[in-house]
């Protein structure tokens, strides 16, 4: 059965850290692509980019581009998503989804990690 | 970079009823290579991950109820709930994989009975 398994909700503090998790398993991790979409709270889906695991071939959108990095380490299945210095505009929930180009869309999504930035 | 759009942003609709939702794309999602339209639909329940329901803008995922189709091609699509069902209140969202790597989301459409 394919999964996408994302690391719990985080509460945080403007200007500190964090790395977030998505780890795959039911299928060859390094063969598909996984994305990364942000839901702030009450509003739509907005796409933040993708990763190739099996080379780490990496692509942003460019609202995101220098305010995230993605990133994968193929050897546990699991790709990650993380800020530098957040602020409270990246309160959301985040989800990591499998981008399978053969139906071209996301066919397997994580649950969503939480993540509150608050003073 | 591809806009794209979705009408109406709410519907309600009595049960048993046809729903339709309309999605537009900024430029076409047609690739002429594959004749494919690189356009998928979500649906999206409250408290819960999106959905995928329909990719290449009229195939049905595995599982999804056929009441759920989608047609269109290159810039329109649409959406269409042949026989709403209490549980397909939702947002739908559509979104295009025609342009790498901002592959946009339309911002939803919300699903109610009437």
């Known amino acids: 059965e394919v999964q996408l398994v994302q690391s719990g909700a985080e509460v945080k503090k403007p200007g500190e850290s964090l790395k977030i998790s998505c780890k795959g398993s039911?299928?060859?991790?390094?063969?598909?692509?996984i994305g990364w979409v942000r839901q702030m709270p009450g509003k739509g889906l907005e796409w933040m980019g993708i990763?190739?695991?099996?080379?780490?071939?990496?692509r942003y959108s460019p609202s995101f581009q220098g305010q995230v990095t993605i990133s994968a380490d193929k050897s546990i299945s699991t790709a990650y998503l993380q800020w530098s210095s957040l602020k409270a505009s990246d309160t959301a929930m985040y989800y990591c989804?499998?981008?399978?180009?053969?139906?071209?869309?996301?066919?397997?999504w994580g649950q969503g990690t939480l993540v509150t930035v608050s003073s | 970079d591809i806009v794209m759009t979705q009408s109406p942003d709410s519907l309600a609709v009595s049960l048993g009823e046809r729903a339709t939702i309309n999605c537009k794309s900024s430029?076409?999602?047609?690739?002429?290579?594959?004749?494919?339209?690189?356009l998928a639909w979500y649906q999206q329940k409250p408290g819960q991950p999106p959905k995928l329901l329909i990719y290449?803008?009229?195939t049905r995922e595995s599982g999804v109820p056929d009441r759920f189709s989608g047609s269109g091609s290159g810039t329109d699509f649409t959406l269409t709930i042949s026989s709403l069902q209490a549980e397909d209140v939702a947002v739908y969202y559509c979104?295009?994989?025609?342009?790498?790597?901002?592959?946009?989301f339309g911002p939803g459409t919300k699903v109610d009975i009437k």
């Open positions: 989804v499998r981008h399978n180009i053969a139906v071209a869309g996301g066919d397997y």
């Open positions: 039911g299928y060859s991790f390094t063969s598909y692509w």
């Open positions: 990763i190739y695991p099996g080379d780490s071939d990496t």
């Open positions: 430029q076409s999602v047609l690739y002429s290579s594959n004749n494919k339209n690189y």
């Open positions: 290449w803008a009229s």
């Open positions: 979104q295009q994989y025609y342009s790498t790597p901002q592959f946009t």
